[in-house]
């Protein structure tokens, strides 16, 4: 859990540098509710941040599950034009976003990974989400 409250810290860090309202959620009382909602031009990220233990072949393996709860949660904000999705710390300290289209029902302990990205990287390439959706 400690690798996971670095890689929220680091995230949030940079995501308010990138003019991101962000909000980092807390035991709630609905299960399944992510790690970190942001607010960019109006457009509403709900993420999910979780951190792999193993990296190879494209395919990420997690130390903590993503629970079914979860994977539904983030599908829902999708659904409802908002930015769901999973964020991945690998242990090289590269990111793997997966988002919420790729998430099939139900508890989720691996994700095949395209493409890792900077920490950096991942946030630019979520954030099109928003200036593409708003023109």
Known sequence: ???????????????????????ATHNTIRAGVPDVHAVLVGKAYWIELKVACKFDNNKAT???????????FL????????????????????????????????????????????LVESIEWISKFATESAS
């Open 75 to 118: 599908r829902d904000v999708a659904d409802a034009g908002g930015f769901g999705a999973a964020m991945i710390e690998l242990p090289d300290g590269d990111v793997g976003v997966v988002t919420a289209d790729k998430l099939s029902p139900g508890p989720h302990r691996s994700f095949e990974i395209l493409e890792p990205l900077s």
């Open 62 to 72: 997690l130390q903590h599950r993503l629970g079914a709860c979860q994977s539904k």
């Open 1 to 23: 859990m400690a690798l996971e409250v670095n890689f929220k810290n680091k995230l949030l860090d940079e995501m308010s540098r990138r003019g991101f309202f962000v909000y």
